[in-house]
């Protein structure tokens, strides 16, 4: 797994040579923090929908989990997700109980629920900035049932990892 936080960090994207010639081939995860974060503190160039678009374009093979579902593109993010079978979604701070980072997508929750095998906790830790419960029962009120949650906090995760046969 890779995780790259574009938007602290000032990064465009993994570096050239790892892209270019392990991770597409790899079948290995890259957590992204890809959503626009229009604070005044940089490197927004290289966040939203728009540059992963281009990321997948030139490897299409890649791995991508975006982080917190994409927020604050929610849309575009879940819509990317649709269209590529290679992207997938985590749910770190998005749909907590009471609500983190602004207003919950519950406008998109039966996209996320038909996107369920692509839905993948995440909580964000250690930088956490609620009660790691929060984040669990947001994601249970969606009321899409034991199943759709075993997998969103458990399967989901073994599956993306190839760890299925260890559990």
């Known amino acids: 797994m890779l995780k790259c936080d574009r938007h602290p960090q000032g990064v465009p994207r993994p570096g050239p040579h790892l892209v270019r010639h ?7 995860p890259i957590i992204l923090h890809a959503g626009a974060v229009a604070d005044g503190s940089g490197n927004e ?11 997948l374009d030139r490897f299409p093979g890649l791995r991508l989990v975006i ?6 593109d929610h849309d575009a993010f ?3 997700a649709e269209r590529n079978e290679g992207v997938w979604l985590d749910t770190a701070m998005v749909f907590t109980d009471p609500p983190y980072l602004g207003p919950s ?15 993948v906790f995440g909580s964000d830790f250690p930088t956490i900035p609620h009660q790691f419960a929060a984040q669990v029962s947001g994601l249970a009120s969606l009321g899409f049932g034991d199943d759709w949650l075993r997998n969103v906090l458990w399967s989901n995760g073994l599956r993306l990892f190839g760890l299925e046969s260890a559990a």
């Not at 982080?67 to 604050?72: E, I, K, M, N, Q």
């Not at 997508?105 to 839905?119: F, Q, S, T």
């Open 78 to 80: 879940v819509a990317l």
């Open 22 to 28: 392990r991770l597409p081939y790899s079948g290995t």
């Open 45 to 55: 160039e290289w966040c939203g929908p728009d540059p992963v678009l281009r990321l």
């Open 105 to 119: 997508p519950l406008h998109l929750a039966e996209r996320v629920r038909a996107l369920g095998d692509r839905i």
């Open 67 to 72: 982080a917190h579902l994409g927020a604050p």
